[in-house]
């Protein structure tokens, strides 16, 4: 059972590239979450879906882009990297909105 | 507004020691609160949760505290060791809501 796993690990963009960061999970959890960390901060949530098909916006989306095409996989996408965007991201999922939320090991991004 | 705060960004204590770490909420209809840890270079763990029907739960070496009437939320760590060393992050979520809400955490040293 490896849980929530994230593709890449790390990753250098330059200004104007676009990249897609993939997570998956195995513990067919309907909710799954895309968060961004940085420094001195909590977790911020860019984008969210509460099951397969369906996504919806967190609290900082500007720039970023989502796909739930099947159920165990959820895509973030970004069109035009700007270096505002270099961060910590890390996806999560969860059984349902009331419960504990299973992180991935994240993906350093740097926008140079 | 919304806000879960941590009243210490770190904290240092000898090992064998217990650990107290503390975090502030103001969203008086939060209803579920969690406590994650997150290792350098890893994703947030789950350790504990509590519901607001309750005031105290117990876990392996851990003890959540919930404190609704002054909207504070605390974690004791029993016998802290070198491997408790990590940011702790509290967390709060409305259940009828989609967003959790993380603070920015405490980091905690533990010294041998």
């Known amino acids: 059972n490896a849980g929530v796993t994230q593709t890449p690990k790390f990753r250098v963009l330059k200004t104007g590239q676009s990249m897609t960061l993939l997570c998956a999970q195995d513990m067919n959890h309907e909710y799954m979450y895309w968060y961004r960390q940085d420094p001195g901060m909590g977790l911020r949530l860019i984008h969210y879906s509460v099951g397969e098909g369906t996504t919806a916006k967190g609290e900082v989306p500007d720039g970023y882009n989502v796909s739930r095409l099947k159920k165990q996989n959820f895509l973030l996408g970004l069109e035009s990297a700007a270096p505002s965007q270099t961060s910590v991201y890390f996806c999560?999922?969860?059984?349902?909105?009331?419960?504990?939320?299973?992180f991935g090991p994240g993906t350093r991004l740097t926008v140079t | 507004g919304e806000s879960v705060g941590l009243h210490l960004p770190t904290l240092s204590v000898q090992e064998g020691d217990n650990s107290i770490i503390n975090c502030a909420y103001s969203?008086?209809?939060?209803?579920?609160f969690i406590w994650y840890k997150q290792e350098s270079g890893k994703g947030p763990q789950f350790i504990i949760d509590i519901r607001s029907n309750m005031d105290k739960r117990q876990g392996q070496r851990v003890t959540v505290l919930l404190n609704k009437t002054v909207k504070h939320l605390s974690l004791q760590i029993a016998a802290t060791q070198p491997g408790d060393s990590a940011v702790y992050f509290c967390a709060e979520n409305h259940t009828g809501g989609f967003k959790t809400i993380f603070g920015a955490g405490t980091r905690l040293f533990v010294k041998a």
């Open positions: 969203n008086s209809a939060s209803d579920y």
């Open positions: 999560a999922s969860s059984y349902d909105r009331g419960y504990e939320q299973y």
